[in-house]
Structures are given as structure tokens and as C-alpha cells.
């Protein structure tokens, strides 16, 4: 039967030959893909789009704004 000292170096052998394996080499590779391909678009961080949001509603607001009063000011033309 097994023992438990077997076992572990059955676990031992298995790791490093899981670490040495071409699967390690594909992962790595894939990651080095996806890095480079993301690198080549025109992305941006989630810190860059919040601010360009918060501009945009407050650029909104500005337009509800002036459009309020000149709608006021065709108001007491007429």
C-alpha cells in the first residue's frame, strides 16, 4: 500500500511536473499575448472614465441649465 511519506513525494513529483510542464509555458505565453493585444488598444482606466463621466453630467446639467434660460428669455421677448 501507499504510505503517507509515498504520497507526499507522489504530490511532490506531481507539482514540479505540473510546474515544468508545456501548460506553465502556455499560460505564461497567454497572459504575454492578452498584455500585448490589450496594450494595443486605445483603452481606458477606470479612473479616467469616472472622471470623463462626472464631466459629462455636470456638462449636462450646465446645458439643462442654459437651455432654462433662454427659454426664459424667448419667454419675455415675446
Not at 506531481?14 to 483603452?43: I, T, W, Y
Request: aromatic share 6%.
Amino acid at each position: 500500500m501507499f504510505t503517507p511519506k509515498s504520497l507526499d513525494e507522489i504530490a511532490a513529483k506531481l507539482s514540479e511536473a505540473v510546474a515544468n510542464s508545456p501548460v506553465k509555458d502556455f499560460e505564461k505565453n497567454a497572459r504575454a499575448l492578452l498584455a500585448q493585444g490589450f496594450a494595443r488598444l486605445d483603452l481606458v482606466t477606470r479612473e479616467e472614465f469616472d472622471v470623463q463621466a462626472q464631466l459629462l453630467t455636470r456638462a449636462q446639467e450646465k446645458l439643462a441649465e442654459l437651455e432654462a434660460r433662454v427659454s426664459a428669455l424667448e419667454a419675455q421677448r415675446k
